[in-house]
């Protein structure tokens, strides 16, 4: 299987911040990685897909980058509404796996 | 409008089954493959599994944790997915989503989940 890391796993910040969050893949998979941001109590909302294509109705503010094993979301200047957990998700090989999570909060 | 509406999730002991379901709208439901995704309480996301539409002959991939004990199916004149969770351990217990893969070959919408919760 492969393994998704999400680094940090917490990361405190401030409206107005620029925030990068980062994923890495344990083998290549290409550009067939997706982003999601969840709130408490919710279901994930897809941001991102095929590393850096804004899914319809996601602000600009958010962006992808990446590709291989290496990729990062980055929200260039943090609203309230931001304030989430973000899960990467590849999606090139059976089984499909999500990294752990990183959790934006307030600072 | 796309819609899932999850149900039948509930307590259920150890070595137990329980099957869940999800009813969708808003789409051309028999043209899509559906995911199950899970997340147990206070941790991250699962994939559980997938199953494809008529046209790839239905079917099916599932996550280790699960193959050989869980069952997706779905039933197009319904627009209906289900889940037959069988054997059901401690570590099945989740929130569980069903989700519409769409062109993009990933999950675009999600149900509002429902609990399964395994306790004796």
């Known amino acids: 299987d492969i393994q998704m890391t999400q680094s940090p796993s917490t990361l405190s910040a401030s409206v107005g911040d620029r925030v990068t969050i980062t994923c890495r893949a344990s083998?290549?998979?290409?550009?067939?990685l997706a982003w999601y941001q969840q709130k408490p109590g919710k279901a994930p909302k897809l941001l991102i897909y095929?590393?850096?294509t804004l899914e319809s109705g996601v602000p600009s503010r958010f962006s992808g980058s990446g590709s291989g094993t290496e990729f990062t979301l980055t929200i260039s200047s943090l609203q309230p509404d931001d304030f989430a957990t973000y899960y990467c998700?590849?999606?090139?090989?059976?089984?499909?796996?999500f990294g752990g999570g990183t959790k934006v909060e307030i600072k | 409008e796309v819609q899932l509406v999850e149900s039948g999730g509930g307590l259920v002991q150890p070595g137990g089954s329980l099957r869940l379901s999800c009813a969708a709208s808003?789409?051309?439901?028999?043209?899509?493959?559906m995911d199950w995704v899970r997340q147990a309480p206070g941790k991250g996301l699962e994939w559980v599994g997938r199953?494809?539409?008529?046209?790839?002959?239905?079917?099916?991939e599932y996550a280790a944790s699960v193959k050989g004990r869980f069952t997706i199916s779905r039933d197009d004149s319904e627009n209906s997915l289900s889940l037959q969770m069988n054997s059901l351990k401690s570590e099945d217990a989740a929130v569980y989503y069903c989700?519409?893969?769409?062109?993009?070959?990933?999950?675009?919408?999600w149900g509002q989940g429902t609990l399964v919760t395994v306790s004796s």
């Open positions: 989700t519409r893969v769409g062109v993009k070959r990933l999950p675009d919408y």
């Open positions: 808003g789409f051309t439901f028999s043209d899509h493959y």
């Open positions: 199953i494809r539409n008529k046209a790839n002959s239905y079917t099916t």
């Open positions: 083998q290549s998979i290409s550009s067939w």
């Open positions: 095929k590393a850096s």
């Open positions: 998700q590849q999606y090139d090989l059976y089984p499909l796996t």
